[in-house]
């Protein structure tokens, strides 16, 4: 029991040394040779070519933010009170996916945020108080969901496709080497 607590910290060291590595090989594999590639050049001049859709689902993405912008005004005039941590987290959210429209990750930053004020235990009491009016809610925006992802879905699936032989070649070569040399 000893060795191995002697041990460990060195093999934990040589495991994220080895990640580590796997990650920046993959971030430059991306960057070098998949990004600038002629698929993923295609997949944007498609997505160039259909600036109303893009333009369609931007619309769809700030109503949705402006919702939420909404629905902090509502809490508010209901006198819920929410941390100021939590709410600037949500607006900082906001405003930085709105300056960078296309980063996903800014996307989900705003949902998890969002998350975080729902979750809120003075929220979820407003919430259960309000539930026929959140029904009627999702009602009115089920068809505005549906038509996001029938717009957003034919993209999607031809990413997936142009980039899938990239990403499986990629973990082909890379994948299998770091849990080799972890060994």
């Not at 090989?25 to 600038?36: R, T």
């Not at 005004?73 to 930085?96: G, N, S, Y």
């Not at 960078?100 to 998890?112: G, P």
């Not at 996001?148 to 980039?163: D, F, N, Q, S, W």
């Amino acid at each position: 029991m000893s060795k191995v607590q002697e041990k460990y910290p060195a093999y934990m060291t040589t495991v994220d040394a080895k990640v580590d590595t796997a990650v920046t090989l993959l971030q430059g594999i991306w960057e070098e040779k998949i990004a600038p590639s002629a698929p993923v050049a295609y997949a944007k001049s498609a997505l160039a070519a259909t600036p109303e859709k893009i333009e369609a689902i931007q619309a769809m993405r700030e109503e949705y933010f402006a919702k939420i912008e909404a629905t902090l005004e509502a809490l508010k005039a209901r006198a819920v009170k929410l941390p100021a941590e939590i709410t600037t987290a949500l607006k900082t959210a906001i405003a930085d996916a709105r300056a960078k429209i296309d980063d996903a990750k800014l996307f989900e930053k705003v949902q998890a945020a969002y998350r975080m004020v729902v979750e809120y235990p003075t929220v979820v009491a407003v919430i259960e108080k309000t539930a026929p009016v959140a029904a009627k809610a999702v009602d009115v925006a089920g068809p505005y969901y549906v038509k996001a992802k029938t717009i957003a879905e034919p993209y999607v699936v031809k990413g997936m496709e142009i980039a899938g032989p990239y990403v499986a070649a990629v973990k082909a070569r890379v994948l299998p080497k770091t849990v080799e040399q972890i060994d």
